[in-house]
């Protein structure tokens, strides 16, 4: 039994004896239940701990630090209960509420705070940040205090329910300048008091005038008011749960852990979701038991409530099939599990785009273990729903099984009609060729025909509904359905309950049908937006729910009547943030055991809320297990005794990349500069001399790139000036000195040559040749997804660079293959060594290069089809490493040499298929090259393989796996070599 703190317990009780303040129309209220934190002194700020849902007597705690800025932000219910302990404020300090989570704007109207104050009299100005330039909240916004102050009387401890309130009016007030040096007091300028400038109020908090002494608060709550009521909450409403926000440097992390033996030697690097999840499928035969489709990769399986998502086909500790059939084939369109078998289930995989492998209809008959390929058609899991023939990952599950005969299964493709099978797979029909996409297939179990259920509704691209009153032997499209619906919809999402009840959901309507007949009951038909999802209980029909954009409608009446559903989502992930929940969300279920329990699934992972009908619904994250991250790049920095230096930083697509100081532990820090909304991290690299320094490149999937620098290792960033800043580009890839940390390496994309940098990125020239012409570019094509190592720094002489370029896109005689310069990248040499191999693009195994940390001039290039080569002397010559075929894919990464050998040279690993062998594997040499093993593994690398490959360099054995949809993995090698 897990022992419960004192000081969470201290909390609890706090918390039922907490002061109540009437309901008021608010955006915001804050609450504090903090013991007093150090006393601020400087650009410091101390906000206690976050306030915990008592329901789940979990409590964190926000330590403070000195020079951190922490913030805290929620929106509570109405009703909630104040804290009762000690928050310290400082002269020349404020605490500061940040509003990136719901950008009130103009829309606030006024500030009303309570405080009991312990010890003195004192007085306090409003604060607030004004984004007068319109770009967002960033360090260029100008701070304001009011001209007016507020002093309140000293109120007991006992007296506290009495302590007095004051307010202030946003628009009637005058305001101060407010500035800041780091490393002192805040200070109010001397100047005359202005009115509110034009722009969004993005902060806002309380300031204590230089005048004050330290003093404590018993008891603190801030309301800021929009003047557009909010509908009142019962006085029985629930204690919300506050969040922590982003801020400008985040809180102190946990020191850095290194390998301990408890973990498996195999496993994903935690991230916590962060890729597209299109379903979540519960079952009826077992509870607990549910499939996860993701848009990538998928099934996972999660055995019972409280278990992780796991993959669908596991052989053991090494050997998750990550690169098996059928998870692994790019796309998922929907699972469907039998209703009293919980071992048997179908899932529809694949990407009609691409068939380098079995794709179409699986199914299992041990609970996921082995598949059996049934059916190959076109489908499309993850493809731009706006293209004719392809769908969306927004359209609902593809496949459906008959309540009735559990042996009839039917699957509504993307191009090839709807196919039914009537003997659990071993044989399909097509039953309708509609002649466009379809993909929502749903059977009504009330009625039946032939010993099968008699109706089944299947959703069309632009005709509209299709349905069957035969048990599926013929199908016509439904009149009254599209009457009522209008123009043919483009996705359309389809729900059965157990009685016969049908809910469709179209872009702009709800739909529902009994009685023979469809009603519209579209929630707040006037409002603009457009419908996701519908989901009913399967037991009582009367339970339905919906979404538009991100409003939740729910209603007991069969959505005769509608209630717009206030909502709540965790903040356990600290890099999340709020305007990604539910965004683009996916699919709605209901669990058929919980009459309560309701999942969603969007673009950025899978929910799951206990109380559907609660007051405010409380989403909990389920990631657990399930990550589907794209990675891109990944950095290993060297480890230094004194400082604490992360063993990983990723780049990887949608989430842009983090910071992991522990890979079995959610990432505190992801990679983000004030300001910076890009997307996809797709270069990193960090400097040998002083692993603090790291670059990354960062872009929009098809928007102008970014170069940020970190002096922290990759807690805190700022954006540097763009290279290229006329220029449309996206994605790049850079290499730092290993002696200067202001010198670096840029590579642009579509076909831009490389540009150096020797002032840590304030200005940037164009590489030559040494005949003066510019490089040739490396990366032609434009996307994020690069996922080259294509050029490495020297790891020990700092005035060196190595790139290999065999782009196929050229039409000129430019040098191709390796190229080195020796003046820190400002001319290079192409090497007289001819090396065939793969170009930068290639799909399936780009090359892959690095530079051995212990000895300059050693470099290591794995070339795809070219194989695996070393140079020792700057890449004047190169030796093939004859272990290895030419076979595709390969790819290498150096890392920390074993302890336990002296004079141990740094480990080279490397993917590939050694001569003779059948498989593809990891390979270890200790020697440098000398000799080669094989890390033992079964598992066959025949459908996703690793599209990334980085070796730790602070813990020996340790390798990470990036994927194209399954996040990161990590192997402990010296655990798995005998």
Request: charged fraction near 20%; glycine fraction near 10%; include cysteine.
């Amino acid at each position: 039994m897990r022992m419960i703190r004192p000081f969470c317990l201290v909390m609890a009780l706090l918390g039922l004896t907490g002061v109540s303040f009437a309901a008021d129309p608010v955006i915001y209220r804050e609450m504090f239940p903090t013991g007093p934190n150090a006393a601020a002194s400087g650009w410091q700020y101390h906000v206690g701990t976050r306030a915990r849902d008592a329901s789940k007597q979990k409590c964190w705690a926000n330590a403070p630090g000195a020079g951190k800025l922490n913030a805290i932000n929620s929106k509570p219910a109405e009703g909630a209960q104040a804290w009762r302990g000690s928050v310290w404020l400082a002269h020349g300090t404020a605490y500061l509420f940040w509003t990136d989570e719901y950008l009130p704007g103009e829309t606030v109207t006024a500030i009303s705070w309570h405080m009991a104050l312990k010890n003195t009299t004192d007085r306090v100005h409003v604060a607030v940040q004004v984004d007068s330039d319109h770009n967002g909240r960033d360090a260029n916004d100008p701070w304001l205090i009011s001209a007016k102050s507020f002093g309140h009387e000293r109120t007991p401890v006992k007296q506290v329910k009495q302590a007095p309130r004051s307010s202030l009016s946003m628009t009637d007030a005058k305001w101060l300048p407010l500035t800041f040096t780091p490393g002192r007091a805040l200070t109010a300028a001397k100047a005359r008091a202005q009115s509110l400038p034009k722009g969004k109020i993005v902060a806002f908090g309380l300031y204590a005038s230089k005048r004050t002494d330290t003093h404590s608060f018993d008891t603190f709550a801030l309301h800021a008011t929009t003047g557009v009521a909010d509908v009142p909450t019962p006085p029985t409403a629930t204690k919300a749960t506050a969040s922590a926000l982003n801020s400008i440097e985040r809180k102190p992390e946990p020191p850095i852990k290194r390998d301990d033996g408890h973990h498996p030697a195999f496993g994903q690097v935690v991230i916590g979701g962060g890729g597209y999840m299109t379903g979540v499928y519960p079952s009826r035969a077992q509870p607990g038991l549910a499939y996860l489709i993701g848009d990538m990769v998928g099934p996972w399986i999660r055995r019972d409530y409280d278990h992780p998502w796991t993959l669908g086909y596991v052989m053991g500790d090494f050997e998750p099939s990550v690169y098996d059939v059928p998870h692994a084939s790019n796309g998922g369109g929907g699972a469907v599990l039998h209703p009293t078998n919980p071992l048997i289930a179908y899932v529809d995989i694949g990407n009609g785009a691409v068939y380098d492998g079995p794709i179409g209809v699986f199914k299992t008959i041990d609970g996921g273990k082995t598949w059996q390929h049934k059916l190959q058609k076109y489908t499309a899991g993850n493809q731009d729903r706006r293209k004719p023939l392809t769908g969306s990952r927004k359209w609902g599950p593809s496949l459906a099984i008959d309540l009735v005969n559990p042996e009839v299964v039917y699957w509504a493709t993307r191009k090839d009609g709807v196919w039914r099978t009537l003997d659990g797979g071993a044989n399909w029909t097509q039953v309708l060729n509609a002649e466009t996409p379809t993909r929502n297939v749903v059977v009504d179990p009330s009625e039946q025909v032939n010993g099968r259920a008699k109706t089944i509704y299947v959703g069309a691209m632009d005709k509209g509904m299709y349905v069957s009153h035969d048990g599926g032997d013929s199908f016509q499209l439904d009149a009254d359905f599209n009457a009522i619906a209008g123009k043919a919809p483009v996705t359309m999402w389809l729900r059965a309950a157990d009685d016969g009840v049908i809910y469709a959901a179209t872009r702009k309507h709800i739909m529902r049908h009994d009685d023979e007949d469809w009603h519209d009951i579209t929630p707040a038909p006037g409002e603009k937006g457009r419908l996701y999802s519908v989901a009913t209980n399967p037991h009582d029909s009367r339970q339905v729910i919906t979404t538009r954009g991100k409003t939740l409608y729910r209603s007991k009446d069969h959505g005769n009547t509608w209630q717009v559903a206030k909502v709540a989502h965790d903040r356990n992930r600290a890099w999340f943030r709020r305007f990604r929940f539910n965004m683009a969300l996916a699919s709605l279920s209901w669990d058929p055991h919980r009459a309560s329990t309701v999942y969603s699934a969007d673009v950025f992972g899978t929910w799951k809320t206990r109380n559907i009908w609660a007051e405010v619904v409380q989403w909990e994250h389920h990631y657990r297990g399930a990550e589907i991250t794209v990675t891109i790049e990944l950095c290993t920095p060297r480890g230094v005794a004194e400082q604490d230096i992360a063993p990983l930083i990723s780049g990887v697509s949608d989430v842009r990349g983090f910071r992991h100081h522990d890979i079995h532990e959610l990432p505190h820090n992801f990679i983000m500069a004030p300001g910076d909304y890009s997307t996809y991290v797709t270069g990193l690299d960090f400097c040998e001399a002083d692993p603090n320094i790291v670059y990354a490149c960062k872009a929009f999937a098809h928007g102008k790139a970014k170069v940020l620098r970190s002096e922290n290792n990759g807690r805190t960033w700022r954006e540097l000036p763009n290279p290229l800043p006329e220029q449309k580009h996206s994605g790049g890839k850079i290499s730092v000195s290993a002696t200067d940390p202001n010198r670096a390496v840029y590579f642009p994309s579509q076909k831009h040559p490389p540009m150096v940098t020797s002032d840590g990125g304030k200005t940037w020239g164009i590489c030559t040749l040494t005949d003066g012409s510019p490089v040739p570019f490396v990366y032609d094509k434009g996307g994020a997804y690069n996922f080259a190592a294509a050029q490495v720094s020297d790891r020990v002489d700092g005035s060196t660079f190595y790139v290999y370029s065999n782009s196929n896109k050229r039409k000129d005689e430019s040098p191709r293959g390796l190229m080195i310069s020796r003046d820190g990248g400002v001319t290079w040499q192409p090497s007289d060594t001819k090396l065939g191999g793969s170009h930068p693009h290639d799909s399936i195994s780009p090359p892959h290069i690095d530079a051995m940390p212990d000895q300059a001039g050693e470099l290591w290039l794995a070339l795809g089809g070219g194989g695996i080569w070393r140079s020792t002397d700057y890449g004047k010559t190169a030796q093939k490493i004859t272990h290895f075929e030419n076979a595709r894919p390969n790819m290498l990464a150096i890392g920390a040499a074993d302890p336990d050998l002296p004079r141990a040279r740094p480990t080279v690993y490397v993917f590939g298929k050694a001569v003779g062998d059948d498989e593809h594997a990891l390979h270890v040499s200790k020697n440098a090259g000398k000799t080669w093993t094989k890390v033992p593994t079964r598992q066959r690398y025949n459908h996703v393989t690793p599209n990334h490959l980085a070796a730790d360099r602070q813990t020996f054995g340790r390798v990470y796996l990036g994927t194209p949809g399954l996040g990161i993995w990590y192997v402990q090698t010296d655990r798995l070599i005998d």
